[in-house]
Nanobody, 121 residues
Framework: QVHLVESGGGLVQAGGSLRLSCAAS????????MGWYRQAPGKQRDLVAT???????TQADSVKGRFTVSRENAKKMVYLQMNSLKLEDTAVYYC???????????????WGQGTLVTVSS
């Protein structure tokens, strides 16, 4: 059973910083992609930032220069350092993993339960 447990969300003032963490367990295969998505109230879930196992990153334009995604492959951990937070960053942030199941020969994607980040003025 795959489990993704996020932590680090909370309330922060605009301009402040937060660091999200996510621990993945129950995955015996190499995790190709780890990262974060977010969903603001009334909006769809969007990619924030992801990092592959070989270090390549993808980021939403809206967070470039402010957010940094990192991971510890051996620990199956992924982090999101969020600086210069803006009101529009308020959302539920979901941990995301993608890996190749060599038994079923299929890619698998999973999301965590989410952690709320609220940015206040």
């Amino acid at each position: 059973q795959v489990h993704l447990v996020e932590s680090g969300g909370g309330l922060v003032q605009a301009g402040g910083s937060l660091r999200l963490s996510c621990a993945a367990s129950g995955i015996i295969f190499t995790i190709n992609v780890m990262g974060w998505y977010r969903q603001a109230p009334g909006k769809q879930r969007d990619l924030v930032a992801t990092r592959t196992s070989d270090g390549s990153t993808t980021q939403a334009d809206s967070v470039k220069g402010r957010f940094t995604v990192s991971r510890e492959n051996a620990k199956k951990m992924v982090y999101l350092q969020m600086n210069s937070l803006k009101l529009e960053d308020t959302a539920v942030y979901y941990c995301y993993v993608k890996y190749f199941n060599s038994v079923t020969r299929a890619y698998v994607e999973r999301w965590g339960q989410g952690t709320l980040v609220t940015v206040s003025s």
